[in-house]
């Protein structure tokens, strides 16, 4: 009777769970070759030659400028760069995933932003493509990629992945697309420099991710309420409530 009540349970004891990974990082690593790609093509057909399509795309933007568009876009060109980006924007997100009790998923953001950042700065000064004349901001150096694109990208793809949940997603890919035009329209990037910077933020995230992906989930899968709820939960709070209770009775 014991052995058979010991199959049993052993039957029903949970599988170990895996996690796909191979494909997503296959994908991922594509990307960022085709960003290589794309950043050869530039180089070697002139580094300060356009493609046609992006020659146009800013002629009509340039026509378009209002306040009314500059201001939120100056807003996206501050939040993707310069101290916003390096300190402001992943300090909040650290903070706010450390207090949710989440350190697996702060580490990941944390490194995922500076391999991005690193990609980001190679690219730029082997490429070395001068930045649109018609532009209304002062940036670094180097054209392509964008990294506020990238970083974007990044964010929109490490929360998603972190939180599991299709309003992430469909928020980060709202930033991310806004960003993207507030670079053309702001005359900061082409078209392609935007693009190549989406594909490295989403590459570097997925990429980072994989080593990370089994801790993330069990993160994930445990209740995780905000510290402050955490310590109302005392021992003394418990014991008050016992007696509460043992008054009611």
């Given at each position: 009777?014991?052995?058979?009540?010991?199959?049993?349970?052993?039957?029903?004891?949970?599988?170990?769970?895996r996690?796909?990974?191979?494909?997503?990082?296959?994908?991922?690593?594509?990307?960022?070759?085709?960003?290589?790609?794309?950043?050869?093509?530039?180089?070697?057909?002139?580094a300060?030659?356009?493609?046609?399509?992006?020659?146009e795309?800013?002629s009509?933007?340039?026509?378009?400028?209002?306040?009314?568009?500059t201001?939120?876009?100056?807003g996206?060109?501050?939040i993707?760069?310069?101290?916003?980006?390096t300190?402001?924007?992943?300090?909040?997100i650290?903070?706010?995933?450390?207090?949710?009790?989440?350190p697996?998923?702060a580490?990941?953001?944390a490194?995922?932003?500076?391999g991005s950042?690193?990609?980001?700065?190679?690219?730029?000064?082997?490429?070395?493509?001068?930045?649109p004349t018609?532009i209304?901001?002062?940036?670094?150096?180097?054209s392509?990629?964008?990294?506020?694109?990238?970083?974007a990208a990044?964010?929109?793809?490490?929360?998603?992945?972190?939180?599991?949940?299709?309003?992430?997603?469909?928020?980060?890919?709202?930033?991310?697309?806004l960003m993207?035009?507030?670079?053309?329209?702001l005359?900061a990037h082409?078209?392609?420099?935007?693009?190549?910077g989406?594909?490295v933020g989403?590459?570097?995230?997925?990429?980072?991710?994989?080593?990370?992906?089994?801790?993330?989930?069990r993160?994930?899968?445990?209740?995780?309420?905000?510290?402050?709820?955490?310590?109302?939960?005392?021992?003394?709070?418990?014991a008050?409530?016992?007696?509460?209770?043992?008054?009611a009775?």
């Amino acid at each position: 009777m014991d052995e058979k009540i010991s199959e049993i349970a052993s039957s029903d004891a949970p599988r170990p769970v895996r996690i796909a990974r191979l494909w997503w990082v296959v994908s991922a690593v594509g990307a960022l070759v085709l960003v290589v790609l794309v950043g050869a093509v530039i180089f070697y057909r002139e580094a300060n030659k356009p493609f046609g399509f992006e020659v146009e795309w800013m002629s009509e933007l340039v026509e378009a400028r209002a306040p009314v568009w500059t201001i939120p876009a100056l807003g996206f060109n501050w939040i993707g760069g310069g101290i916003g980006s390096t300190v402001i924007v992943p300090l909040v997100i650290i903070g706010s995933l450390l207090v949710w009790r989440r350190p697996w998923a702060a580490l990941y953001y944390a490194c995922a932003a500076l391999g991005s950042v690193a990609v980001v700065l190679v690219i730029k000064n082997v490429i070395g493509r001068p930045r649109p004349t018609d532009i209304l901001v002062t940036p670094d150096f180097g054209s392509f990629p964008s990294g506020h694109s990238a970083n974007a990208a990044l964010i929109a793809t490490t929360l998603g992945i972190i939180f599991a949940r299709t309003w992430v997603w469909v928020a980060g890919s709202i930033y991310t697309l806004l960003m993207m035009l507030s670079r053309t329209y702001l005359g900061a990037h082409w078209i392609s420099d935007t693009i190549g910077g989406m594909l490295v933020g989403v590459g570097v995230a997925v990429i980072v991710w994989a080593p990370f992906a089994f801790r993330l989930y069990r993160e994930r899968r445990r209740p995780h309420p905000p510290i402050w709820v955490r310590v109302a939960r005392t021992p003394t709070g418990a014991a008050e409530s016992g007696d509460d209770a043992g008054h009611a009775r």
